[in-house]
């Protein structure tokens, strides 16, 4: 017996006009609710309503912050592998270094996207967040050299107090470490 593959429609519960109002805020997000009344042949009141219920379900969101084609801020993607990705999310989850965390499945469970003015500042945040912590298996690296599609990226403007020990208010990281090696030997001596 063949299973019908559900569409979108079916799997979001909405109908063509949603549909069609979706993908125009998708293109321009700035457009009026009197222009998609004429483009699906609806009521300015009646677009308005389907767009809180479209907003309510999800299905069309606001997110402000940086457009990764259009700024020169660097961004990176790094997988993690790890014996208990719960312990690891809960260290995270409020940095501001970790614009999005995805727990995924593969050789690597934990997927994070890092962004900062320069890729030394992503290292260090690496090498103290998860290549130091003993539940990392293992941390692979990528820089975003360019994206194909606009991708928003959020954006804690905390991550410029960076000093090299702790990212922030709230880090795990927070206990006196010293920020460079050669400051730890200089006050053994």
Partial sequence: MEMKKKTFNELLNIDND???II???EKNPDITHS???KEIDKSQPAVGARIIKLERKNLITKQVGFNIRKVDIVSSIVFISTKDVENIVEKIKDCPFINHAFKISGEYNLLCIISASDLQTIERLIDLC?????NV???K????IDSIHDFVVPI???IENFDGRYCGPGCHLKEEIP???FQQIEKEE
Avoid: G
């Fill in 18 to 20: 949603d549909k069609k």
């Fill in 23 to 25: 993908e125009m805020i």
């Fill in 35 to 37: 222009d998609i009344a």
């Fill in 130 to 134: 998860f290549r130091k912590d003993p």
């Fill in 137 to 139: 298996i293992n941390v």
């Fill in 141 to 144: 690296t990528n820089i975003l």
């Fill in 156 to 158: 804690d403007f905390q």
């Fill in 179 to 181: 920020k460079f090696k």
